[in-house]
């Protein structure tokens, strides 16, 4: 067998294992090299033998108990892993969010010594935040379940042949006749390492944006600034929060592409032209959004100097040098140039990856 026979052969086994539960990949993967060397040593043309046994996508399905399911094997334990992480960052800054505005409103009436009102407000305050947590659960998972749904119907074919009963004597007689239309020439090679996406960079970066857009969506208010106030604490918010109604879909629809582009990489796994090209359009889409937001709507609020004025009284004077430097307009174009740099090195990362060390590279 000679080495081109072999990487042919390598391809091949990966594009089928990758597509079966951890659990069984080691033995499939024994099976394979087995049976594929034996026919190898028949045929004596890799190419005869891989035509033979057929897309991978389609033999992998000998392995699987059940072809109709919502999320298939390929997706399913990063599925998992995703709805974990989602409801964990849905849940834990709505649940805290409300816990701190539950013990806000609970120490207005400490000096009162109002006790029946102090543990209603806790009561109404957790009773509202345990309600916020269970519908917006709900709906997070409702929404990823769908995603990996509609990537699952995009890549699996619905056939309505029953499978046959299968077994490892079986393997050889697979896909003899001429109606596929599998070539050994659709193999991708396996990944160069230096191709694979991080999961953990994945991860962080979308517990980051959820996170974010969590308490966008819940908890403007707490982008703001915080001054002590006899037993109280006064905010001044960063954010127009009049005009929030206006500012807030344009907001989260640029964080949701920017999530779009995240779950992507996960499930892909490695830089190719399908990710590379979602990244430049999802980085291109958020700067959009980014002058939208920072340039045309009225995002910050128009009062902020001169309520944190109000607020600090007589200390004002010990702030002012502080308030001199704050311009609603020079805040906006650092941030949108900050966003425009780290989204331009973003695609620039994605790109040489890609085009270096894509899957989709010939000749590697």
Known sequence: MTLDDKELMGRYIYQVIRRLSRAQ???ARMELEELISDMYADKGSMETVLTQLGDPAEFAKQ???DRQYLIGPEYFETYLW???????CTAVPILAVSLIHAFGQAAVFTSQNAAPIIIRAIVDGLTKGFSDVLISCVSAFGAVTLIFAVMERQKVKIETKKAEKWSVGKLSEQKKTAESRWTPSFLEPIPDKKALISRG???AGIVFIVIFCVLLIFAP?????FFPENETVKTVPVFNLDQWG???PVFVLSL?????DEILQLVVGCYCKLVMVSNIVCGAIQIVLSVVVLKVLPIWNPNFVSEIQSALGGE???AEKFLSFWNADMVSNGLLAFIVLFTLVDIGVTIYKTLRYGVFVKGR
């Not at 995703?82 to 964990?88: A, P, Q, R, S, T």
């Open 25 to 27: 990949r080691d033995e």
């Open 63 to 65: 392995y699987q108990n």
């Open 82 to 88: 995703f709805v974990k992480v989602i409801l964990i």
């Open 201 to 203: 960079d994945s991860i």
């Open 221 to 225: 208010q707490f982008f703001a600034a």
């Open 246 to 248: 206006t500012i807030l």
């Open 256 to 260: 949701l592409v920017g999530l779009a």
């Open 316 to 318: 004002a004077s010990s």
